[in-house]
């Protein structure tokens, strides 16, 4: 009979490699390699000519910007539908600031973006968390109504690169020892909110809401305040992901951002973000965003038709939520043969 | 041996002390209340927007809103059971293409329809093995079936559409009955919502739907079949859907990928509206109609007066969010108001 005792759980080298190896995020890594090898061989510009080092980096680092927000938000065991719409709001925000004010500050912009995106996140999780009704049902109902707005607000108008300042649009495609700026911003924000997820206590409330949000409030976690963060957090990546729209394609119409939402949930849910919460990382969310968006690019060089990506995203989608469930199966069954064992 | 119910007298629960006459029970319920607000914007469209309150207008707009009659007259007991179907408007795409493929291979419409429909009975069948075999969330499921079955449409036609269909059919399809203005298809419609009306709200299999809704373990243990009641549900879906495609290929004469995106959302904000629970449990086919018809009716009074589909998407959108925050202030008000209850009612001892 083994005695339950309080000294700290020695975790041995050997079992931490093996952790490392045999995790999602590793997974999900080996898979986009092994895309980006097969893509390569058949056409190697796709790799080592130095658009497609950029692209490879820097394409999908918008749709990651906003994945890191809607993990955050999945793991609360929530769901933020809006954040395409968001993404379009905040990114013709900047082209008609950039229009009335000429000579607006590049930064200062970044935080205009984010604190509008932040604010339209703060509605979805005000009426969510003070309204106890399910998110997606809240998001559903703002992802109509913020892209009727931009619509309304935009109508055929078109805000072009040239009405933009250079400055900002050299973000869009700048690089800094090969790697392009949006990449560098992206990986800024993984690091915090993937820091801030794995070791703080604010961080660990998420998980702990998500996984069971009955027992985190009666444990006294303020679960209405972590919510209202969570889809602020969401809100505000994705304005800074129109933000970083804007700087990279220079074009903004009113359709910018359409169907973010599918694919920043299926980055998050394809990179090991239980659908149902309380499991995941956030890093998890950009390799998911990476493989998706380099997947999409890699069909036509593979000689499938283009046309094909949405049913690529979709079984890609399906099959991780599958692998998901057996995994968990298979660890419960492990848990509670282990259980028996002792 | 004294009987049983002679020794312990039945303690009778009588309704009439609530203090709620029966009128006021049968009034004021989710789906009246949202049938006087069509009953209202209707009066007020008829009055302020000229040729509003026309047959042919009315028979236009019975012509647009079909497809979404069609698909939530499903999606209304999918939701009463706490699921939801996401790719209802794929789905659409998906069957319109087939019809449209089918056409196209000189298959004739009725073989071409069969096929449609067993396209939507497939994937409706995916959606619910996947969530009642394996096991996973609605939610995820339908969002991957979202992106897969629009994939497969947008796949098999690319950026072409399929314009020529057998006259006789789309004709049908376009016709109204007599003078009336009313679309031929509604008869159609009818015999469908009387079948879903005797399901859901006439047979156990109905109840076992709300049951369902309310506590899926208690409807387990009370022998309800929960897992092929929901697989069951998620077909019938996938087959209004199909069926809902093969009216949009024939009715626009167009099959492409693209048709009909974002639909559910659209269904969706009409079942809601109508006084379906997004918990579930709770819902009536009478308040999804008129949920539907409700946005039918909003979308063609503004476009009448030149207000364009933006403003529509907004105010379906603040109708969704409107109508799912009124349950839960509903029911905050509600519960401010039973709190301070008098204890003259015999209370539960606990």
Redesign the interface.
């Known amino acids: 009979m083994s005695v339950a005792t309080a000294t700290p759980v020695r975790v041995s080298l050997g079992s931490r490699v093996w952790s490392l190896v045999s995790s999602r995020e590793t997974g999900i890594f080996l898979a986009l390699a092994l895309v980006v090898i097969a893509t390569t061989i058949k056409n190697p510009e796709f790799l080592f000519s130095s658009d497609g080092w950029r692209d490879l980096l820097l394409t999908p680092s918008i749709v990651a910007v906003v994945a890191i927000g809607q993990a955050v938000v999945i793991i609360t065991r929530s ?1 933020d539908l809006s954040v395409g719409s968001i993404v379009g709001l905040s990114a013709y925000l900047v082209g008609t600031l950039f229009v009335a004010f000429p000579g607006f500050p590049v930064p200062l912009m970044f935080g205009v973006g984010i604190a509008f995106g932040a604010l339209l996140g703060l509605v979805n999780g005000a ?1 969510i968390a003070f ?4 998110a ?3 998001t ?13 607000w935009t109508g055929s108008n078109r805000i072009n690169a040239s009405d933009m300042p250079d400055d900002f649009l050299n973000l869009g495609t700048q690089q800094i020892l090969s790697i392009p700026v949006l990449t560098i911003i992206a990986l800024v924000i993984l690091i915090v909110v993937a820091w801030y997820m794995a070791n703080t206590r604010g961080g660990r409330e998420f998980y702990a809401i998500g996984s069971d949000p009955d027992a985190a409030e009666l444990y006294g976690l303020a679960k209405t305040k972590r919510v209202l963060i969570a889809f602020v957090a969401s809100g505000a990546a994705s304005g800074l992901g129109g933000v970083l729209f804007a700087a990279r394609y220079g074009t903004i119409n ?1 359709q910018v951002g359409d169907g973010f939402e ?1 694919q920043a ?2 980055a998050a ?1 394809i990179g090991g973000v239980a ?2 919460g309380g499991s995941g990382t956030v890093l998890g969310a950009v390799f998911g965003a990476y493989l998706l968006l380099t997947i999409n690019r890699c069909l036509p060089i593979l000689g499938i ?1 283009d ?9 890609l ?2 099959g991780a ?2 692998l998901d ?1 057996v995994l968990a199966n298979r660890q419960a069954k492990r848990l509670v043969a282990e259980r028996d064992a002792a | 041996m004294t009987s049983l119910t002679a020794a312990t007298p039945a303690p009778t629960r009588t309704y009439a002390d609530h203090g709620r006459p029966a009128w006021r029970r049968l009034l004021l319920t989710r789906e009246m209340a949202i049938i006087f607000l069509l009953i209202v914007v209707l009066a007020v469209a008829s009055v302020v927007v000229p040729k509003f309150a026309t047959p042919v207008t009315m028979g236009y707009l019975l012509f647009d809103i079909t497809p979404l009659l069609f698909i939530a007259l499903a999606m209304a007991p999918v939701m009463i059971t706490g699921d ?1 179907d996401l790719s209802v408007g794929s789905m659409v795409g998906l069957s319109s293409v087939t019809v449209g493929l089918c056409s196209q291979a000189g298959l004739g419409i009725p073989v071409a329809m069969l096929v449609a429909l067993l396209v939507g009975a497939v994937g409706g069948a995916v959606n619910g093995l ?1 969530i009642t075999r ?4 609605a ?3 339908t ?10 449409a ?2 098999l ?3 072409t559409a399929i314009t020529t269909f057998d006259k006789w059919w789309t004709t049908l399809i376009k016709s109204k009955i007599g003078t009336t203005g009313v679309p031929t298809v509604m008869i159609l419609f009818v015999v469908l919502l009387a079948a879903f009306t005797i399901m859901l709200h006439f047979t156990p299999f109905g109840r076992g739907v709300f049951a369902i809704g309310l506590s899926k373990d208690a409807a387990v243990f009370s022998g309800v079949n929960a897992e092929r009641t929901r697989l069951i549900l998620f077909v019938l879906s996938g087959l209004m859907a199909a069926l809902a495609g093969i009216y949009y290929a024939l009715y626009y004469t167009s099959a492409r ?1 693209d048709n009909a995106t974002g639909m559910e ?1 659209q269904v ?2 009409a079942v ?1 509206l109508g006084g379906v629970s ?2 579930g449990g709770r819902g009536a086919l009478h308040g999804v109609i008129a949920g539907v018809l409700l946005i039918g009716v909003l979308s063609k009074a503004l476009q009448l007066v030149n207000i ?14 409107l109508s ?2 009124a ?3 509903m029911n905050w008000v509600q519960s401010r108001r039973v709190r301070p209850a008098p204890a003259s009612t015999p209370t539960k001892t606990s």
């Open positions: 769901v009426l309204g106890k009704v399910p997606m049902v809240i559903l109902g703002t992802l109509y109504a913020f892209r009727g707005i931009n619509v309304a009113s599918l949930i299926g849910v659908i149902v038709p046309f094909w990506q949405r049913a690529v995203t979709g079984a989608i399906i939520i599958i469930r | 939801i996947l394996i096991g996973l969330p939610l995820a499921v969002i991957g079936t979202l992106a897969l079955y629009r994939g497969i947008v796949g036609l690319g950026t990928g959302l969706i904000a809601v997004v918990f364009t589909s933006d403003v529509v998407s907004i105010i379906t959108g603040v109708l969704l969010v799912v925050m349950g839960s202030v």
